[in-house]
């Protein structure tokens, strides 16, 4: 992020324990990051609501694969060959830079990956790029494809290729036949995984936004194309903004503000599961604390869609100035699961049965080996396979050779000679039609077997809990004093309720603990502190946006009441102990709000925070 506020959000973060690089003491390794506990307990928050959403809510199955895979996983993917970044190297001081990285940076050009490598080389010399680390000229310099994963050896000495993997999706795909029986085999199923991806970055920049390791939140919706539709109704009414490809080619920022129903009626979203989770994102986004206000889904353009992706979404949060991708929606087809298919000779098919069966004609070959063998020799098996293969597509060719052959004979002999062509290996076999078995056959069919295309939302839980802090980030003046807060939603919140006695002393300390201990036993994530006066107890919670804070003070003994306060508002209310632990998972749930609890309880005017021990 550029600007002041990634500055703030950094400061605050390492500060406060959100996140902060990692290996320090050892100089640090760029592109990975610890989070602290705060941070910690804000992601698994974050995790908690897009599971609560993403899985329970849509009835989805969750699993957790292995983070490391064979070689023939990504072969069959197409990342060993399709899963490259833009590198150019300086020749002066040896730093390694992505090329579309230098041109956004310094050109205001947007979506440089998705130019050509012989563009990005002359957009380096037309603009005088130079190295960012020592300032050497980059034209001339050659741009070359960098593989993004990481590489490692499963197993001792030579052991096997293994790679960490890039995406969580890997991990569900090839599981797919199993996955499909828990299923019961019947489309739609959805299934969905939280958990890190490893990606070898170039130049890791911007905190948290691009890492070497980093967690995803993925679903993968396997659908039949034919008869599955989504209810779009559920998100008819939900109100988006879209930055559809039609826009960006007009070097313009207009948006279209619409809503789900009308951007399919419309056409802007062709697709209509990617148009429903984009609704669902919408909705799930704004419940966790983004700023509706800075964020959109701009459509990739045709050059920097991903190999498997027909369209594509990206959920973009404004951060610093800077537009940052926080999710992509990608309408993958059958890609996946036909390559796993054919690299691993399994099914990854499902059998869906008719309403009722049908009779159907079927075109069947059953090549006469005895021919095939001694005239083809060891390629006579797969020209017997691609005989199966031809019969399956394309029937009219055998049809057409048939005809052809009884046109030509004369006499009640027909006439040998007309051939069905065949490729093998780049070379075409021409086998006598009578040498095929080709036969047309009437067969009755219950179902047929569908490869489901897939419809992935895929999540960035990282870059999405930098958006929560950089959009709850607030300041404000109370008591006369600045004050810098966190307004994150009480459900993301790291701490739900700092508890403190107003004096360590006379008891209120011993109380205050009680009450910060009965609030942990009913489920609530709470923070005790007896450090400084009351005022400075209030500003390190809000600092990290703990929504709530409770004060045991002289009266709490009289009366069973403790001073309950808003950390947005700094209203006060005096709540009796007794009701504590549901008033405050209400407001933490939603179910209610601190305004109304003034009509319910003594509402306390806000008085001085800073008052001496």
């Known amino acids: 992020m550029s600007g002041r506020e990634g500055r703030d959000v950094a400061e605050l973060a390492k500060r406060r324990g959100f996140f902060f690089p990692s290996n320090g003491v050892y100089g640090g390794v760029a592109g990975f990051y610890t989070y602290g506990p705060e941070g910690a307990a804000l992601k698994r928050h974050l995790e908690d609501a897009w599971r609560d959403r993403f899985t329970v809510k849509e009835g989805n199955q969750e699993i957790e694969a292995p983070t490391i895979m064979p070689e023939a996983v990504f072969e069959a993917s197409g990342h060993l060959d399709g899963f490259d970044d833009m590198l150019v190297e300086c020749a002066e001081c040896g730093e390694s830079h992505r090329a579309d990285h230098l041109i956004e940076d310094t050109t205001g050009i947007e979506d440089a990956e998705a130019i050509p490598i012989p563009e990005v080389e002359e957009l380096i010399r037309e603009h005088d790029l130079v190295c960012p680390s020592c300032g050497a000229a980059l034209a001339g310099e050659p741009i070359e494809e960098f593989n993004l994963m990481f590489e490692t050896t499963i197993g001792p000495g030579s052991g096997q290729q293994g790679y960490m993997r890039p995406e969580t999706a890997q991990g569900i795909f090839v599981e797919f036949p199993q996955l499909a029986e828990y299923a019961r085999n019947q489309l739609p199923f959805g299934v969905t995984q939280i958990g890190p991806a490893y990606r070898n970055e170039i130049s890791p920049r911007k905190g948290v936004i691009r890492v070497r390791e980093f967690t995803q939140a993925e679903l993968e919706q396997f659908v039949d194309p034919e008869r599955d539709k ?91 100035g800077d537009w940052v991708e926080i999710a992509g929606f990608a309408y993958r087809g059958d890609y996946d699961l ?133 959009h709850a980030y607030r300041e404000d003046e109370v008591d006369g004093e600045q004050r810098s807060y966190l307004s994150l939603a009480p459900e993301m919140a790291p701490t739900t309720v700092g508890v403190f006695p107003l004096m360590d002393r006379d008891g ?106």
């Open 230 to 320: 989504p209810d779009l109704s559920r998100v008819a009414d939900v109100k988006v903004t879209l930055y559809p490809i039609e826009n960006q080619r007009e070097d313009g920022t207009e948006y279209v503000r619409t809503t789900i129903g009308d951007a399919v009626g419309e056409g802007i979203i062709a697709n209509e599961w990617v148009a429903y989770y984009l609704g669902i994102a919408q909705e799930w986004y704004e419940r966790v604390g983004v700023d509706v206000d800075r964020f959109r889904f701009r459509q990739h353009l045709p050059g920097e869609r991903a190999h498997y992706a027909s369209d594509c979404w990206d959920a973009e949060a404004e951060l610093g």
């Open 338 to 470: 036909s390559k796993h298919a054919e690299h691993s000779g399994e099914d990854f098919s499902v059998f869906e049965q008719y309403d009722e069966p049908i009779t159907t004609e079927r075109a069947t070959v059953d090549p006469d080996m005895s021919y095939l063998g001694p005239e083809f020799g060891g390629a006579a098996g797969e020209i017997a396979d691609a005989l199966e293969r031809l019969a399956e597509r394309d029937r009219a060719a055998f049809e057409r050779a048939e005809r052809s052959s009884a046109d030509r004979s004369s006499g009640d002999e027909p006439r040998d000679g007309e051939t069905v062509a065949v490729e093998v290996d780049g070379e075409t076999h021409e086998i006598p039609m009578e040498k095929t078995g080709f036969a047309v056959e009437e067969v009755t069919e219950s179902g047929e077997h569908v490869t489901p295309h897939v419809v992935e939302p895929s999540f960035g839980v990282g870059r999405t809990l930098y958006t929560l802090v950089a």
């Open 508 to 613: 209120l300390g011993e109380r205050a603990r009680e009450i910060a201990n009965d609030l942990r036993e009913a489920g609530l994530e709470v923070a005790y502190d007896d450090s400084g006066n009351i005022g400075r107890r209030y500003r390190r919670q809000d600092e990290v946006g703990t929504p709530f804070c409770v004060t045991v003070d002289y009266e709490t003994e009289g009366d069973g009441t403790v001073t309950l306060r808003d950390r947005d508002s700094t209203s006060q209310v005096r709540v009796p102990i007794a009701d504590l632990a549901g008033v405050l998972a209400g407001l933490r749930e939603g179910d209610r709000t601190f305004g109304a609890l003034g009509d319910e309880y003594e509402e306390l005017s806000a008085g001085a925070e800073n008052a001496p021990e």
